[in-house]
C-alpha cells in the first residue's frame, strides 16, 4: 500500500497557475500544508475540506488523489483519483486539475 508523498513545489507552482488561469484569473485559496503532503484546495462548503495528495506508485508514476475530510466526522474519502508521470510537470499538473475539476 502507498503512503502519501511529499508534493514537490514546482508540481504546485504549475497546479496553481492553471487552477487560477482556470479561474479566469481569480485568485483561489490553494496552499500546501506544513508536511507537504496535502495541497488543500479552495472551497466554500463548511464541514468540507477538500485535499489533493500524491502516492507514489511502481517507476515513476504517482497517483493523484483529490480527498475530502468531512470535519464534523473526520472521515475521509475519495472524490477522485488519476495516475500521472510527474517527469512532465504541465501534463501531470493538468491531469491533476482535470480530477479535481471533476468532483466540483
Request: with cysteine; net charge negative.
Amino acid at each position: 500500500m502507498s503512503i502519501p508523498m511529499q508534493i514537490p513545489e514546482d508540481f504546485v507552482q504549475e497546479f496553481c497557475a492553471l487552477a487560477v488561469a482556470r479561474n479566469n484569473g481569480e485568485p483561489l485559496d490553494i496552499h500546501l500544508t506544513v508536511g507537504g503532503t496535502w495541497l488543500l484546495l479552495s472551497n466554500d462548503a463548511p464541514g468540507y475540506s477538500p485535499y489533493l495528495e500524491l502516492r507514489s506508485l511502481d517507476g515513476n508514476r504517482v497517483a493523484v488523489r483529490v480527498m475530502a475530510l468531512l470535519t464534523n466526522t473526520d472521515e475521509r474519502i475519495v472524490e477522485a483519483q488519476t495516475e500521472v508521470v510527474l517527469d512532465d510537470l504541465a501534463v501531470a499538473a493538468k491531469d491533476a486539475l482535470e480530477c479535481w475539476h471533476s468532483t466540483l
